[in-house]
């Protein structure tokens, strides 16, 4: 029963991250109708300007993520402007492979920059390790929820309140009459990609203290496809909920079913692909998305 | 199609045959000369590149009629390429079927595993297929990995050379003959099924596929058969790789060729065989040269050799793929009608 429970909290902390990264993800999502594959890129390249900036400059921690927050801001103005903005009104396909090519490019930038090496900041992050009863709640565990809840409300507050969150509402509904209202539906696309990239980048920090970094890390973008899918894909509230599932399922799963396996397991990387199957048969628009209809 | 001055069509299947002037059947069979006497004078290095876009073309070309003509957009190439290759390489491995059987074998398998994960298809599209074809390709590498007595698992499996009633292939310019045969069939028989009953439904089903349905085009079915035909495409080029390197191992079949197959049709021009073809031939060259590249390259910046290779064919392969996307969306094939037209009308071409 502890080892159960060990596994739900800790699969709960790891749900959070997902969560975060995959509200990066819808938040493109719905205002400007791009799906962004490189998603799980920011995530890696976030960890990285962790590690360059809790290590390397011996920055303290509220430094060094308010320096990785303004890199991801310029990240994200950049990429929205120079990748993104040519290709508006293109087919969905376009649209993929141009977030596909752009994980590529970081991919290569994190190979240069970083070499590509395995770096980990063990402890540079502040450890609390709670205990209750038999159970020890990770450190990792608590900064992710902590760290999610803080997010998750923050945008919460930019979307009812600050007139450029009810900007990006409307552009979600309906483009082209936000446009004869007089807002700037390009401003909306670069904040929004704004958002997705400090998001990530902090989910990556986060990550990045449990873990340790490597280009590898950028595959966690998988699991919050997973996450979107199941929540619904324009979802907020969905993919928080979704990630908690998927974080918790994938972490029971692997502990009481790796040792049954052949090979070892290695089931926690594949069972986001399995989740993503199974939704998309049963369940294409996941528990709380839109179920658009559609016409010749 | 536009034809040169004078020459005019007297039937219907005058109108309809690929090869439509006296000089296109002359280029064509000059290229065939040329290319099956490759091996005479080549070297080893030339063979390999070539017989390495050989396959490509093979395992694009299925592609093509799945996302090119079909709309279905697949992401999981190179997985459904590994299970050609597996199947081919425990076939003649471990059954000791001869390479003969192994080839089609390889083909049907890939195709049945396609069509399993094409199922969702009917439902989804756009996003939601790109993602299942994802799934796809990291589902089919990881239960290769699990089935170690089957696969080998990490280790690999070792294969036989194939072996043609009775003659072994051994060298590099006989596999490069076997390798463009099937590459030229595979060619005649996609440029040509786009133009039957089955292509043209296809074509319907990619412009709208709600339309198609209502005109009495059976959606399921045809969009199984393009999945099924697309990864038979890719099971032969799987088993040919598999084949060429006498071993099998997932290594060979990463995601990251699964995107750049589909940057190869973008790149070339989606929806057109010889737009494939293109694609294939300027991506893998460009590859190549990356390659070579490579020292070069850790010699100009000494500070970074040891990733400097690595990383920067990274950043190429998406820059180019964005490049072609921003300025070029309709791909080299498109550039290449409009050289064409150009020359047709010069002097009086604008």
Sequence with gaps: ?296 | MSLPSGIFQESYGQDMAIFRTKLQWFLLLAFLVVLFTVPLYASDKILTVTTMIGISIISVLGLNILTGYCGQISLGHAGFMAVGGYVSAILTAKLGLPFLVALPCAGLAAGLVGIIFGLPSLKIKGFYLIMATVAAQFIVIWLILQFRDVTGGTDGISVPRPDLFGYVIQTKGAYFLLVMIIACLGTFFAKNIVRTRVGRAFIAIRDNDLAAEVMGVNLLSYKLLAFFIGCVYAGVAGSLLVNYFAFADTNMFPFGDSVWYLAMLIVGGMGSTTGAIFGVVSLKLLDEAMTLAGPALAAAFPDIAAQAAASLSLIMRGVVIAVFLIFEPRGLMHRWELFKAYFRRWPFSV
């Excluded at chain 1, 990264?21 to 962004?36: D, E, H, P, Q, T």
């Excluded at chain 1, 090496?117 to 450890?127: C, I, Q, R, S």
């Excluded at chain 1, 873990?211 to 699991?223: I, L, N, P, Q, Y």
């Excluded at chain 1, 908690?244 to 799963?253: D, K, P, R, S």
């Design chain 1, 1 to 296: 029963m502890t080892f159960f429970l060990q596994l739900v909290i800790t699969g709960f902390g790891l749900g959070m991250v997902y969560a975060l990264i995959a509200i990066g993800f819808v938040i493109i999502l719905k205002c400007s109708k791009a799906f962004n594959i490189a998603q799980g890129q920011f995530v890696m390249i976030g960890g990285y300007l962790g590690y360059t900036f809790l290590v390397s400059f011996h920055l303290p921690v509220w430094a060094a993520i308010l320096a990785a927050i303004a890199v991801a801001t310029l990240m994200g103005m950049l990429i929205e402007r120079l990748m993104l903005r040519p290709l508006v009104g293109q087919s969905v396909l376009a649209i993929i492979m141009m977030t596909i090519a752009l994980g590529t490019i970081l991919d290569g930038i994190a190979t240069l920059v970083w070499g590509g090496e395995y770096k980990a900041y063990h402890g540079a992050l502040p450890t609390i390790t709670l205990k209750v009863g038999d159970l020890s709640i990770p450190p990792e565990t608590l900064i992710g929820i902590i760290v999610s809840i803080i997010v998750v409300v923050a945008l919460m507050m930019l979307f009812r309140y600050a007139k450029i969150g009810l900007a990006m509402r409307a552009t979600a509904e309906d483009e082209k009459v936000v446009q004869s209202a007089g807002i700037k539906v390009t401003t909306v696309y670069t904040i929004s990609w704004i958002i997705a990239c400090v998001v990530g980048v902090v989910s990556g920090i986060i990550l990045g203290g449990v873990s340790g970094v490597m280009v590898s890390m950028s595959e966690v973008g998988m699991k919050a496809f997973a996450v979107v899918l199941l929540g619904g894909i324009d979802s907020i509230g969905g993919a928080i909920f979704a990630g908690i599932i998927i974080g918790i399922l994938e972490n029971v799963a692997a502990g009481y079913l790796d040792p049954l396996l052949p090979s070892g397991g290695g089931l926690a990387n594949v069972f986001p692909f399995i989740v993503i199957i199974i939704v998309l048969i049963f369940k294409p628009h996941g528990l709380f998305g839109l179920r658009r209809i559609e016409r010749i």
